[in-house]
């Protein structure tokens, strides 16, 4: 019989250790609901459930994304429908002038008429807006090319689109002023010399910057150059970040400027004319038709990307729930065993510990 080293209190409080660290890693589980806490309970399983998670979060944000790009769809199909319906009515006045049962006062009223739609038209393109993104002037994606405003020695050094249409933009500059011109619109503003500054050009949508090295005439007979592109969506997280996982809208194929729609220069003035004007209206509804057979194509596609991700993230979701999430019932019937394995390591190390009781028996004599 020994005293200093009592084997089967060490061996029941070794055990009753043991059994009380498992009801804590229990504890932990069933108040959390998971069954991987920290890395020590599962490594590979917590590696594979938290790429899960990213690419969850990942097409989380790529449905949104759809959605945004279905909202942009529905801006520029509400637009492209106006102006059909201002086309049709175009065409009903260019029907009516065409007809000598009208006289030239009758004509020129309804010429009155058909020029305010016309601006209205070119209106509705300049208001059709998505984040600051004019939708209908065939810009949408637009980049900027070869820009000669930004050549060594201009003192430009940056240029910003905000809803700019494809086309050269023709700079003047001189006498502390600076001129930007497309076609017959222009826009000028102050240009101080050596000095940088933000020529904000709102009337195109395009933003210049100058360093201190611009002079009042550096800028003088240069271009901005901006090119058609493409507006893109990310509506997957496959990993195909730059082909399959990206939806485009091809900006050049929603311009419907009237300059596109060839009708800027339309009148109906008189009875030529209104015949003249007959056949750009015809072209003009059929390019429109166009476009909407382009948006409604891209909605049901992106409609169809929108079904696609809500059924990848509820299947990603189970997949990493299968994983990561605890089994409730079969913790609890674990919980409740190394409950009672619990009390009993406490009462067997507490008989333990009165073995050496019988040691005193010995030493009484």
Do not use: C, P
Request: aromatic fraction near 4%; charge should be neutral.
């Amino acid at each position: 019989m020994r005293i200093n080293t009592n084997v089967g209190a060490l061996q029941a409080a070794r055990n009753l250790g043991r059994v009380q660290d498992a009801v804590q890693r229990s504890s932990e589980k069933l108040s959390s609901g998971f069954r991987i806490n920290r890395a020590s309970d599962d490594a590979a399983g917590l590696g594979i459930a938290n790429v899960l998670r990213s690419d969850i979060r990942a097409y989380a944000q790529a449905s949104r994304n759809a959605e945004q790009a279905d909202s942009v769809y529905s801006i520029a199909e509400g637009a492209t429908q106006s102006i059909q319906k201002m086309l049709e009515r175009m065409k009903e006045l260019a029907a009516q002038s065409a007809s000598d049962s009208v006289d030239a006062n009758g004509r020129s009223r309804i010429d009155a008429e058909f020029q305010q739609l016309k601006a209205e038209i070119g209106r509705t393109v300049s208001i059709t807006k998505f984040q600051g993104n004019t939708l209908l002037n065939g810009g949408f994606g637009a980049t900027v090319s070869s820009s000669t405003a930004l050549a060594a020695g201009t003192g430009g050094y940056d240029v910003q689109l905000a809803g700019a249409a494809a086309g050269t933009y023709a700079i003047t500059a001189g006498g502390g002023a600076i001129t930007m011109t497309l076609g017959a619109v222009s826009q000028t503003m102050a240009l101080t010399a050596a000095t940088n500054q933000t020529l904000s050009f709102s009337t195109f949508g395009i933003t210049l910057r100058t360093n201190s090295s611009v002079t009042a005439t550096s800028l003088n007979a240069t271009n901005v150059v901006v090119a058609a592109g493409t507006g893109s969506f990310l509506v997957g997280a496959s990993g195909s970040y730059t082909v399959s996982d990206v939806l485009t809208i091809t900006g050049s194929s929603l311009d419907l400027r009237t300059s596109a729609l060839g009708v800027n220069a339309s009148q109906v003035d008189t009875l030529a004319n209104a015949q003249t004007a007959l056949s750009s209206i015809d072209s003009a509804i059929a390019t429109v038709n166009t476009a909407l057979g382009v948006i409604g194509a891209g909605q049901s596609r992106v409609q169809n990307a929108i079904d696609n991700l809500k059924t990848v993230i509820q299947n990603y979701s189970a997949a990493e729930g299968t994983i990561r999430d605890l089994d409730m019932a079969a913790e609890m019937v674990s919980y409740s065993k190394n409950q009672i394995l619990a009390q009993a390591g406490t009462a067997m190390l507490a008989q333990a510990n009165q073995s050496g009781q019988g040691i005193l028996q010995l030493l009484r004599g």
